[in-house]
C-alpha cells in the first residue's frame, strides 16, 4: 500500500467538506467581528487593574461581547477559571442546592466531573455530598439520546438537566445544536422551571450558533480550548441567563462579590485576539477531523464520526483495538507537534479520571489541545480521540506519521 498516495487522495475528498467549513467560518468571524463594533472596542480594553479587578473595563466589556457573541443574555470570562471542569463546576454549584435533584440526560458525563457529582471520590465536598441528587438518563444501544425515555424524564425536584455536547471519552455521536434545541424543548414541556445546563468544551463555533442561542439557560467551557483561538494563557467562561450566571460567578469568587472581581493581570488583550482568531483556528481543526477519518476509515478502522458526516465538536475517535496500537498513535503525533516533539508519551494516572491515559498535546498552552492533540484511556477497546490542529496541513504531516506507527486494521 503506498501511504503517500492514500494521504493525497484523502485531502482530495475532502476539499468540498473544506470549502463548506470556510463558509462557516466566515459566519462565525462576521458574529464576532459584530460584537467588537457594537460595543466599540478599542485599544483601552487591553489595559488591566490589578487586585480586586474592580473596574476591569476590558474585562466588563469582554463578558459583553462574549455574551452577544454566544447568544446569551450574559457571561463570565475569568482567567481565574482554571479549565472547562471548574467552569462547569462553578456553574453547577451555583445553581444546585440541598434537595435538588440533577439529571445528565446523555449518559453519564465526562471522566472529570463524576469526583464533583461525587460518583467516584469522597470526602471532597462533592454535590452528592451536600444533599444534591443525582441520575443518569442512559443512551441508546445505538449510542443516541433516548428520546422517548427523556420525554418523561424530568420530575418536580429536576431543578437541572446536564447536557455534554462532546462525546467525551465515550464511544458516541456528539450533539448537534439541533439536538441540543431538542433536548431543551422535550425539558421545558415537562417542567420549564428546570434549568438546562450544557457542558459546551469543544464546540464552540464549530456549528453557526451556541446552545444559548437555542434556549439553553447556561452553558460553560474553557478558554484554553476553542474560544482562546490557541493563544489565550489560562481562563473559562460561564454564558446563559443573567441570574444563573451571577450565581455561578459567586461561586467562583464569594457571594456577594460575584462578577465584580478577578482582576485579569494584563490578559485582555489575548483574549480579544483569541476570540477573534478562534473560528478560523476551530474552522482548521474541524478540517482535521474529517482528513483523519477518511485516512483511517481507509485503513479500515472504525470511527466516529465518519467522513461524510458534519460536526458537533473538533473531537475525531479512531478506535485502534490495542493498547500498542494507542501508545504508537500519541507517540506519532507527539513527534509531530511544535513542542515537546522528543518527548514520548506514557500511560499514566491523570487527576479527575479513573483510568491511566495516554496523552499527545505538544502544545504551547499546556493542556490547550489546539494544537493538533491526541489521548486516551488505557481501556478497551484503545480508542485514541484526536482533537485540535492550528491548519489541516499539520494535521495531514502527522498523519503520514500515524498511519506509519500502526498500519492497517
Same mark, same amino acid.
Given at each position: ?9 484523502? /485531502? ?8 463548506? /467549513? ?219 441567563? *443573567? ?10 469568587? *464569594?457571594?456577594? /462579590? ?73 507517540? *506519532? ?77
Amino acid at each position: 500500500m503506498n501511504l503517500q498516495i492514500d494521504l493525497t487522495n484523502a /485531502i482530495r475528498s475532502t476539499q468540498t467538506v473544506f470549502t463548506e /467549513i470556510d463558509a462557516k467560518v466566515k459566519d462565525n468571524l462576521k458574529r464576532v467581528l459584530d460584537a467588537y463594533r457594537d460595543h466599540r472596542v478599542g485599544v483601552r480594553h487591553f489595559a488591566s487593574v490589578s487586585g480586586y479587578g474592580h473596574d476591569d473595563l476590558g474585562r466588563d466589556t469582554f463578558d459583553r461581547v462574549f455574551a452577544q457573541v454566544v447568544g446569551a443574555d450574559a457571561a463570565i470570562v475569568r482567567v481565574q477559571i482554571v479549565s472547562g471542569t471548574h467552569a462547569i463546576a462553578c456553574a453547577l454549584y451555583g445553581v444546585l442546592r440541598p434537595g435538588d435533584e440533577m439529571v445528565s440526560v446523555v449518559g453519564s458525563p465526562y471522566d472529570t466531573l463524576e469526583e464533583a457529582i461525587g460518583v467516584r471520590g469522597r470526602g471532597q465536598g462533592s454535590l452528592m455530598e451536600y444533599g444534591v441528587k443525582y441520575r443518569v438518563l442512559p443512551l441508546t444501544d445505538a449510542g443516541t439520546v433516548d428520546w422517548d425515555a427523556l420525554a418523561t424524564a424530568v420530575k418536580p425536584e429536576t431543578r437541572l438537566v446536564l447536557i455534554q455536547r462532546s462525546c467525551g471519552y465515550s464511544w458516541r455521536t456528539s450533539l448537534s445544536i439541533d439536538d441540543i434545541a431538542k433536548i431543551v424543548r422535550l425539558v421545558k414541556q415537562q417542567n420549564p422551571e428546570t434549568i438546562c445546563f450544557v457542558d459546551n468544551c469543544y464546540g464552540e463555533f464549530v456549528e453557526d450558533r451556541e446552545p444559548t442561542a437555542v434556549g439553553a439557560d447556561l452553558m460553560a467551557g474553557s478558554l484554553i480550548k476553542n474560544p482562546g483561538g490557541t493563544i489565550v494563557t489560562a481562563g473559562g467562561y460561564v454564558a446563559g441567563r *443573567a441570574d444563573l450566571v451571577e450565581a455561578a460567578a459567586c461561586r467562583l469568587t *464569594a457571594p456577594g /462579590i460575584g462578577s465584580s472581581g478577578g482582576a485579569t493581570f494584563d490578559q485582555n488583550r489575548l483574549l480579544f485576539q483569541g476570540l477573534f482568531l478562534a473560528p478560523q483556528m476551530v474552522g482548521e481543526a474541524v478540517k482535521g477531523t474529517h482528513l483523519v477519518a477518511k485516512v483511517f476509515q481507509d485503513l479500515g478502522y472504525p470511527v466516529k464520526p465518519l467522513p461524510e458526516e458534519p460536526r458537533c465538536d473538533v473531537v475525531q475517535a479512531i478506535e485502534l483495538g490495542s493498547p500498542d496500537k494507542l501508545v504508537a498513535f500519541c507517540g *506519532a503525533i507527539q513527534r509531530n507537534s511544535p513542542v515537546d516533539s522528543y518527548l514520548a508519551p506514557v500511560p499514566a494516572e491523570m487527576p479527575g479520571y479513573d483510568s491511566k491515559l495516554v496523552m499527545a498535546g505538544g502544545t504551547f498552552i499546556d493542556g490547550s489541545t489546539s494544537e493538533f492533540s491526541a489521548d486516551g484511556p488505557m481501556r478497551e477497546p484503545y480508542i485514541a480521540f484526536c482533537q485540535g490542529g492550528t491548519h489541516w496541513t499539520q494535521v495531514a504531516l502527522a498523519l503520514e506519521d500515524a498511519v506509519a506507527a500502526v498500519g492497517k486494521a
